[in-house]
């Protein structure tokens, strides 16, 4: 499935509140109540390290290839790698605070603003989708067509990426998610809403069971995210 936005679907978006997660204070306290138990990483030993370093230089590679042709297979390989990579920290408030900062400027037209937020995000998270949404506006804005283009284009292809891993209807099939971040900008982009939050198991597997409504015609429906790699990962100091 390939995913286009244009800028005044962008622009609709963002003053429905793309920024931030959306919830009603049933979601809210959903969502606490489900939050996964806070615990420190363990040490690495020797071969764990040396592991984690291959996995850096194996994502090194894939971002390289993925630069010149942001393909959604290609995607969809780095977003599996990234969660294996001691860049990876799903519960850091980095990418949450650059989106903000982004929407802020996006808001006051402040493009060159928006511009160097955007280029700080996407070199903490290149596969962050607030990151591409934001410079594909901002490029856009500024005239700078063909840099808009290109991030429509990693756009489209991390939206992509996530339908391959599943259609979100049931465990088995849910879809990838890298941090809870990712998974209301994808929600929001689709133009929903997510109204509640749950974390629930499947054979030993945790997912997040979200609640989701169109505003278009107030139909809702559930779909599922795979956040076993978050959980995995824990906190990384």
């Known amino acids: 499935m390939v995913f286009r936005i244009g800028i005044l679907t962008a622009l609709l978006l963002l003053l429905s509140g793309c920024a931030q997660p959306?919830?009603?204070?049933?979601?809210?306290?959903?969502?606490?109540?489900?939050?996964?138990?806070?615990?420190?990483?363990?040490?690495?030993?020797?071969?764990?390290?040396?592991?984690?370093?291959?996995?850096?230089?194996?994502?090194?590679?894939?971002?390289?290839?993925?630069?010149?042709?942001?393909e959604p297979r290609r995607l969809a390989s780095l977003r599996q790698a990234y969660t294996k990579t001691s860049a990876y920290r799903p519960y850091s408030m980095v990418e949450r605070a650059l989106s903000s900062l982004m929407f802020e400027a996006i808001a006051k037209k402040d493009w060159q603003?928006?511009?160097?937020?955007?280029?700080?995000?996407?070199?903490?998270?290149?596969?962050?989708?607030?990151?591409?949404?934001?410079?594909?506006?901002?490029?856009?804005?500024?005239?700078?067509?063909?840099?808009?283009?290109?991030?429509?284009?990693?756009?489209?292809?991390l939206m992509a990426a996530i339908w391959q891993?599943?259609?979100?209807?049931?465990?088995?099939?849910a879809f990838f998610c890298t941090s809870t971040t990712e998974l209301y900008t994808f929600i929001n982009l689709h133009g929903f809403n997510a109204k509640a939050q749950a974390l629930v198991w499947h054979q030993e597997q945790p997912f997040d069971l979200m609640t989701i409504i169109n505003?278009?015609?107030?139909?809702?429906?559930?779909?599922?995210f795979n956040i076993s790699a978050q959980m995995a990962r824990g906190i990384v100091e």
């Not at 690495?44 to 994502?59: E, F, G, K, L, V």
Request: with cysteine.
């Open 215 to 224: 505003p278009r015609d107030e139909y809702e429906f559930n779909w599922y």
């Open 22 to 70: 959306l919830q009603s204070k049933q979601g809210a306290a959903a969502a606490m109540s489900a939050s996964p138990p806070m615990t420190a990483a363990p040490l690495m030993s020797a071969t764990q390290r040396a592991q984690q370093d291959a996995a850096d230089q194996h994502y090194q590679l894939l971002l390289s290839e993925v630069q010149q042709a942001p």
């Open 165 to 173: 891993s599943g259609d979100g209807k049931t465990p088995e099939t």
């Open 113 to 157: 603003q928006c511009l160097s937020h955007t280029a700080k995000l996407l070199a903490e998270q290149f596969i962050s989708l607030n990151g591409h949404y934001g410079a594909m506006i901002c490029q856009f804005e500024s005239g700078n067509t063909e840099q808009g283009e290109y991030h429509q284009e990693v756009l489209d292809g």
